[in-house]
């Protein structure tokens, strides 16, 4: 490996230890199913310490919760309850062994590598989001040129699956969709099925 090959190689470890430690953070953090202000506070300052960590999912959805917050200076309990719940399913993530910040289902078929466009194409969302409601998330979707629908038909270029998936996943109603995008690639459409992960980062850097 020459030099720029190790460099880039180290820094990547750096990465994931800072995104290691995050997810070690908020593990804590909601270990007692509850936020306290300076819990909140603490964060906010070791995302604003650690821009890397900030920049990519999850800690980009975390420091931009935390951002809402604390902009008016007050944290109301609606807003402790909201990103209590964003940040819970994050304690079940096992990123040590994966390096990859997102739930290893079995068998769920994420296209995730690939170059993905949103822009002008018909995408689903199903499950749970850990970035919001699924109002917020097509809300999202439909500012950065998507276009969010309800069902998996052969308009539909993707199908995003929510974070918060069960290991169960093929017994669910959003199972269900995501056999029928199988379905439709079986029968030549390239629908394509993604993670909320590869959904934020595509969205965040448009």
Known sequence: MDNIGAAQAMAQRQNN???ELLLGMVTGIVADAHLHDMEIKLLRSWLIENEYAASVWPGSIIAQRIEHVLADGIITEEERTHLLATLQPLAAIDFTGTGCAAPQVAGLPLQDEDHVDLRDKHICLTGEF???TRAACERLSVAHGAIPVSGVTRKVS???VGT???PQWAHTSYGRKIEQAMELRQDGHPI???SERRWTEVLMTV
């Open 17 to 19: 230890k800072a995104i």
């Open 130 to 132: 850990i970035y919001g």
């Open 158 to 160: 993707f199908l995003v």
């Open 164 to 166: 918060n998936v069960s």
């Open 192 to 194: 394509r099925v993604i």
